[in-house]
């Protein structure tokens, strides 16, 4: 990975890292600051590459032990890390960001997972979007979908189209696409492309592009056409169209094309979400939203943008905010409860044993034993209700 790629993925980690930190309660900030201690064993105030491999040979199985992530978490570039440094560290082992069975590297934004091993494994088979493009996909499965549409379709419980590994096509150019959507334009394309077989999603597709061609942007939005074609508890809580047109027209001027409305197609069938805090603006990427209300009702669900979460403006009911890549790991997890069938006594040990892999991430709550089992026990129901 270029270097300024990685400088920009460790940026964007840091960023989560510290809205995370800064928003959650007392009990979340001594959860991360006693992660830093452990690993302090110096008691320095700072972590050096020998502490740093120590710790991590003990406490973690994967590619973040290696030494060069000691340097990429290395900000101010020292030799060794600081509390922040650390806080990073944290928040990417405990979202359960992968790294790519393709090439191999850290991915920070969207991932392909595949379907089959979510249900069974806790570890999460995946490649980055370059990788599932071109199809570099060496796994004995080919049923992989994107974390936003995997995570939309486990919360509405619907039926996961027929799927199939993309065939090869590197050539694919995207100069052509908006910088601000070229992301979501590409996964769009990726979706449409590996759901290609399934006939009764090429129906569905069509009946979408047709009815917005028929009705019009502004007036398939009103009637909201689109809950004949993808179901009647769906709601786009969309507050302002205008703006949400000019997102998804590569040429507002002409109007949007074919691709511009499967690409429409791919964001309400995948739940992206309008942020329900003060800007109301479509969110293209990482988004925070309300477990409880992920769980409870399959119509509204509560979600913020990254920069609506950073004020911390969501009230007093919605109290368990996690960003949707945290979510997703923490149904992983869930599955593992369930799967086990174990009492719910066992399924707190599983969750403190992982080294409370979900609890630091739920907002305002404090990293206790008891709130452990709550814990524990909220995910046993998310297993039951969503699975």
């Not at 601000?180 to 592009?209: H, M, P, Q």
């Not at 409870?296 to 007093?316: I, P, V, W």
Request: glycine fraction near 6%.
């Amino acid at each position: 990975m270029k270097e300024s790629a990685t400088g920009k993925i460790m940026e964007k980690m840091r960023c989560l890292a510290k809205i995370y930190y800064d928003v959650g309660e007392e009990g979340l900030r001594k959860d991360a600051n006693k992660f830093f201690d452990s690993m302090d064993t110096k008691r320095d105030g700072k972590i050096s590459l020998y502490e740093y491999l120590g710790f991590m040979a003990l406490n973690h199985n994967g590619p973040l032990r290696q030494p060069q992530w000691f340097h990429k978490l290395d900000k101010e570039k020292k030799r060794s890390l600081s509390r922040e440094d650390v806080r990073t560290l944290y928040y990417m082992i405990n979202s359960g960001r992968p790294f790519c069975i393709g090439c191999g590297e850290f991915v920070a934004t969207v991932y392909f997972t595949c379907v089959k091993c979510f249900n069974v494994s806790r570890t999460l088979i995946s490649v980055c979007l370059e990788c599932y493009e071109a199809n570099r996909i060496h796994h004995q499965h080919n049923q992989f979908l994107d974390n936003f549409a995997l995570l939309e379709f486990k919360r509405t419980g619907s039926p996961l189209p027929a799927l199939k590994a993309p065939a090869r096509n590197p050539q694919d150019s995207h100069a052509e696409y908006p910088e601000n959507t070229k992301e979501l334009r590409r996964i769009a394309k990726a979706y449409l492309r590996s759901t290609s077989e399934d006939s009764e999603e090429r129906k569905k597709i069509e009946k979408f592009v047709d009815s917005v061609d028929r009705l019009g942007f502004q007036n398939f939005m009103k009637k909201k056409a689109y809950r004949e074609i993808l179901g009647q508890k769906l709601e786009l809580n969309c507050r302002d169209t205008n703006n949400f047109f000019k997102l998804l027209a590569k040429d507002p001027k002409k109007g949007l094309d074919k691709s511009d409305v499967k690409t429409f197609y791919y964001i309400v069938r995948s739940g992206r979400p309008f942020c329900g805090g003060d800007c109301g603006r479509f969110i293209t990427g990482t988004f925070f939203t309300c477990v409880e209300c992920f769980v409870a009702d399959q119509k509204k669900c509560f979600y913020l943008c990254r920069e609506c979460f950073k004020k911390g403006k969501f009230g007093t009911k919605h109290k368990l905010i996690l960003d949707n890549y945290a979510l997703l790991h923490a149904l992983a997890v869930a599955n593992q409860v369930k799967k086990k069938n174990t009492p719910s006594n066992d399924a707190i040990g599983q969750i403190n044993s992982a080294k409370n892999i979900l609890v630091p991430f739920f907002h305002g709550v404090n990293t206790t034993l008891s709130t452990a089992a709550a814990i524990a026990s909220f995910l046993t129901a998310i297993g039951c209700v969503i699975m």
